[in-house]
C-alpha cells in the first residue's frame, strides 16, 4: 500500500453518542466500470456519456475506478480506514438488464460477494438501491415519468433483498430524488438528458412511489431490515441585501421544491401545495391516485441527509419567469471547493436542527449519508480535512442542540466519475489514477482514520 502524506491535526471534534456510525458512500455508476459485463444491460448512463457534449471531454464511466475487479483491494482499504458502514449502490441493470423480468445471477453474485468482503472486514454493507443508473430499457418505456417505473423497482428490490437481505440489514432505496428530477428531467444536464422544466414533476412522485413499494418489498423480504432514502436537502438562504416579501416568497419557493417536496410526503403523508406550479389540485392532474400517499408515507427506520451547502435565492428578476426565484450567490467570501462550492459548515447544523423544528416527533433518526467536497488532485488535502472536520462539527452541535444523528457518511471513499464533469472533480480520501486504477491514500484518509479511531477509543 502506498505511504501518504503525514496525517493533519485538525481542531478536536467533540465525541458523538456510543453508536454513532462512521461511513463513506459511493455510488455503482461512478466506481465499477466493466459496463457491460457479466451480462449487465445498459443505463441511462451508458446511454448519456455517449452523446456528444453530454459529459466534459467525452468522459465516460466505462471503466471508472474499476472496483468490479477491484473490490477486495477496496474493502481492504475501507477496513484501514476503521469504517463502521459502507454505502455503495446497486446497479439495476446489473441485477435484471432489462430492469424487469429476467434476473442475471451474475450481476447478483457481484454484490453477493461485495457483502462477504465487508462483513469478513467488520464493516456493515449499506446499499442504495437507486443512485441514478436506471435500465435503459426501462428509460425507453418512459423511465420515471411512466408510473409502471414505480412497479419495477418494487420488483427489483425484493430479487435483490431476497438474494443478500440475509445478511444486509440497513437499505436505502433511492439517492436524492431531488437531484435525479432536477438535472435528469428538468434540465437535462444529467442522464436522460431530458429538459422537460416543471413538467418534469411527475418524476418527483413516480420515485417516491416506487421508494414506498420498495420499503413495502424490503420490508417483506428482509423483516429484520432497516429502509432509509437518501434525500439531498438545503437550507435556503437570502442575501442580507435583500429582504423583502418577494425575497421571502422565493426563499419559501425554493423550498417547496428542492426540500419539502421529497420530505413531506415521507413524513407527513400530504405535498406541499404545488399549484404555483401547474399542479392544479391535490391529484397533480391525476398523476397522485389513491393511496400513493400512504404507501410514500410508510414508516422509515431513518432520514438519510445529502448535504453539500446551502442556496441563495432572490425574488426573480423577471415577473414573467417560469419559476419564482431567482438563484443567487452569497455576499460572503466563503471558501469554494474546485467545483465552486461554497463551504458553509453551519448551514448543515441549520438544515438538521430545521428538520427537526419543521418535523417535530415525525422525524426518524437522520443519517448524513453524504458530505464532502472537491478538492485539487494531490495527496495533501488540507482543504478536505478542514471541510469534513468543520461539518462533523457543525453534526455534534446539531446533535447537543437535540437532533437525533445517527450515523455520517462522508463523499466519498474514492475519487471517481463526477457525471457531467467526468472525473474532473475529485472528491475522495482516496486519489484514483484513472489511467491505471492505482489508489493511494491522501492525507484526509488518515486523518478520517484517526478521527474514527479517536471516537471510538
Ligand atoms: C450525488 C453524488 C455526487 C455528489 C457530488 C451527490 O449529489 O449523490 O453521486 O457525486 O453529489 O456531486
Not at 98 to 104: A, D, I, L, R
Not at 343 to 361: A, I, Q, S, W
Not at 411 to 435: I, K, M, P, T
Request: charged share 20%; aromatic share 10%.
Amino acid at each position: 500500500m502506498p505511504v501518504t502524506t503525514s496525517p493533519i491535526d485538525a481542531t478536536p471534534l467533540p465525541r458523538l453518542p456510543a453508536g454513532f456510525v462512521w461511513g463513506a458512500s459511493t455510488a455503482a455508476y461512478q466506481i465499477e466500470g466493466a459496463a457491460d459485463e457479466d451480462g449487465k444491460g445498459p443505463s441511462v448512463w451508458d446511454t448519456f456519456v455517449r452523446r456528444p457534449g453530454a459529459v466534459r471531454d467525452g468522459h465516460t464511466g466505462d471503466f471508472a475506478c474499476d472496483h468490479y475487479h477491484r473490490l477486495d483491494e477496496d474493502v481492504e482499504l475501507m477496513r484501514r480506514l476503521g469504517l463502521d458502514a459502507y454505502r455503495f449502490s446497486i446497479s439495476w441493470p446489473r441485477v435484471l438488464p432489462n430492469g424487469t423480468g429476467k434476473v442475471e445471477p451474475r450481476g447478483l453474485d457481484f454484490y453477493d460477494r461485495l457483502v462477504d468482503a465487508l462483513l469478513g472486514a467488520g464493516i456493515e454493507p449499506t446499499p442504495t438501491l437507486f443512485h441514478w443508473d436506471l435500465p435503459q430499457a426501462l428509460e425507453d418505456e418512459g423511465g420515471w415519468l411512466n408510473r409502471d417505473t414505480a412497479h419495477r423497482f418494487a420488483e427489483y428490490a425484493a430479487v435483490t433483498g431476497e438474494r443478500i437481505g440475509d445478511r444486509v440489514k440497513r437499505w436505502i432505496t433511492l439517492n436524492e430524488p431531488f437531484v435525479h428530477m432536477t438535472y435528469g428531467y428538468a434540465f437535462g444536464v444529467h442522464a436522460p438528458g431530458r429538459a422537460l422544466m416543471l413538467d418534469a414533476l411527475p418524476v418527483a412522485h413516480h420515485q417516491l412511489l416506487g421508494h414506498g413499494l420498495a420499503t413495502a418489498a424490503l420490508r417483506a423480504a428482509v423483516p429484520d431490515g432497516q429502509v432509509l432514502i437518501a434525500n439531498n436537502c438545503s437550507p435556503v438562504r437570502l442575501r442580507s441585501d435583500a429582504r423583502s416579501d418577494q425575497d421571502s416568497a422565493a426563499a419559501s419557493a425554493y423550498d417547496v421544491l428542492h426540500n419539502r417536496l421529497f420530505n413531506d410526503p415521507l413524513l407527513t403523508g400530504s405535498y406541499p401545495d404545488l399549484s404555483a406550479y401547474g399542479m392544479p389540485d391535490r391529484s397533480w392532474g391525476g398523476v397522485v391516485r389513491e393511496g400513493d400517499l400512504a404507501a410514500i408515507a410508510a414508516p422509515l427506520d431513518g432520514l438519510g441527509v445529502n448535504y453539500y451547502n446551502p442556496t441563495w435565492v432572490t425574488a426573480p428578476n423577471d415577473p414573467a419567469a417560469l419559476l419564482p426565484f431567482d438563484l443567487a450567490e452569497p455576499e460572503e467570501p466563503y471558501q469554494r471547493t474546485t467545483f465552486d462550492w461554497p463551504v458553509v459548515p453551519d448551514g448543515l447544523t441549520e438544515l438538521l436542527t430545521g428538520l427537526k423544528d419543521r418535523y417535530g416527533d415525525a422525524l426518524p433518526p437522520v443519517t448524513i449519508t453524504e458530505n464532502g467536497c472537491a478538492q485539487p488532485t494531490g495527496l495533501d488535502d488540507r482543504a478536505r480535512v478542514d471541510y469534513l472536520s468543520g461539518h462533523i462539527d457543525a453534526v455534534a452541535r446539531a446533535v447537543a442542540l437535540g437532533v437525533d444523528v445517527r450515523g455520517y457518511f462522508t463523499w466519498s471513499l474514492l475519487d471517481n466519475f463526477e457525471w457531467a464533469e467526468g472525473y474532473h472533480q475529485r472528491f475522495g480520501l482516496v486519489e484514483v489514477d484513472f489511467a491505471t486504477g492505482l489508489r493511494t491514500p491522501r492525507a484526509s484518509f488518515e486523518w478520517y482514520r484517526g478521527l474514527i479511531a479517536s471516537q471510538r477509543s
